[in-house]
């Protein structure tokens, strides 16, 4: 009976946890800026800039609107750009609200927004509530400029009976510095996988070094 009681108390919390979560990522994609939307040749939306955005994330969400646009821009250069979009918001902390708020997963493979804020809250989200108690959010990390080292087609992939054309990113980047705040410690590499569905490029896997 006992066990029976446990069992309740843990599916209830995880059940809270996960919509939570769903709740917080909703709040991503449906709140931003409604003047800065990119959609698709049937008007639907594929990406939206953040509310709070940084300066340097609106010039690159820009950049990625015109690439969008172009019909000379080529696979790999859009999945350059998808990860460009992604450390801007991902790794900058002046516009977040806390360890749960986690950016840049409306650049993410739906099937795997769950496991990527599961795995950030828990590793490089894990101390931001902590820290914006401790300190002003605007001297926390602020991504200001990224580099792509490289981009290559790697192993397409496959999610049940569906096969995506793939590529492999490479990327570094750097913080604003700032008075009282080691920025230093924190990472500036790292290596994604980029997938093409449909008219849209989505995150679905990335390593940190």
């Known amino acids: 009976m006992k066990k029976q009681k446990l069992y309740g108390v843990v599916l209830i919390a995880l059940l809270i946890a996960i919509g939570l979560v769903i ?15 990119i959609v698709d040749e049937n008007q639907q939306q594929l990406y939206k800039l953040p509310n709070g955005a940084t300066e340097y994330q609106i010039l690159l969400f820009d950049e990625l609107s015109l690439a969008l646009k172009s019909n000379e821009t080529t696979k790999p250069e859009l999945a350059g750009l998808i990860v460009k979009n992604f450390i801007a918001d991902f790794y900058t902390w002046t516009n977040k609200k806390g360890t749960y708020d986690v950016g840049g997963l409306q650049f993410v493979y739906s099937p795997e927004i769950l496991n990527i804020h599961s795995s950030a809250k828990n590793l490089f989200y894990v101390d931001l509530s902590y820290l914006m108690k401790q300190n002003d959010p605007s001297v926390l990390l602020e991504v200001d400029s990224i580099n792509i080292k490289y981009v290559d087609p790697e192993e397409n992939f ?26 230093e410690v924190y990472q500036t590499k790292g290596y994604f996988s980029v997938l093409v ?12 070094e």
């Open 23 to 37: 709740g917080i990522i909703v709040y991503q994609f449906t709140n931003g800026d409604d003047d800065k939307v």
């Open 158 to 183: 496959v999610y049940g009976n569906t096969e995506y054309e793939s590529y492999y990113v490479g990327a570094e980047w750097s913080y604003v510095p700032k008075d009282g705040f080691n920025e």
């Open 197 to 208: 569905r449909d008219n849209k490029l989505e995150i679905y896997r990335y390593f940190e």
